[in-house]
């Protein structure tokens, strides 16, 4: 049984940076796909970011055109987490901030429909 479950969310003013953690466990996949969401009450879930990790040529990542820059997408294998470095952050950053994962099955991208959540970790901008 896949569990994730996220942490790092808080306060932080314009322009700070906060480093969201996604720890994996019960994983059996040999390679898999993550990624980060976010989602505003009321608004759409908008992916961030997503990387597929365990081919021969490395990982691969991805990210939404507006978090390039500024949003960085990252893995510690041997903790099997998944982070997400948020810099120079804005109001319109304020979000619940969700990773999401699955077994690699041929497709791996921003704003996929993945099997497994987080339950999300809050993030206020101001």
């Known amino acids: 049984h896949v569990q994730l479950v996220e942490s790092g969310g808080g306060s932080v003013h314009v322009g700070g940076s906060l480093r969201l953690s996604c720890a994996a466990s019960?994983?059996?996949?040999?390679?898999?796909?993550m990624g980060w969401f976010r989602q505003v009450p009321g608004q759409e879930r908008e992916g961030v970011a997503a990387?597929?990790?365990?081919?021969?040529?490395?990982?691969?990542?991805y990210y939404a055109d507006w978090a390039k820059g500024r949003f960085t997408i990252s893995t510690d294998n041997d903790k099997n987490t998944l982070y997400l470095q948020m810099d120079n952050l804005k109001p319109d950053d304020t979000a619940m901030y969700f990773c999401?994962?699955?077994?690699?099955?041929?497709?791996?991208?921003?704003?996929?429909?993945?099997?497994?959540w987080g339950q999300g970790t809050q993030v206020t901008v101001s």
């Open positions: 990387m597929f990790t365990g081919g021969s040529s490395g990982p691969h990542i």
């Open positions: 019960g994983y059996t996949y040999s390679s898999y796909c």
């Open positions: 999401a994962a699955e077994g690699y099955g041929g497709s791996c991208r921003v704003g996929k429909d993945f099997a497994h």
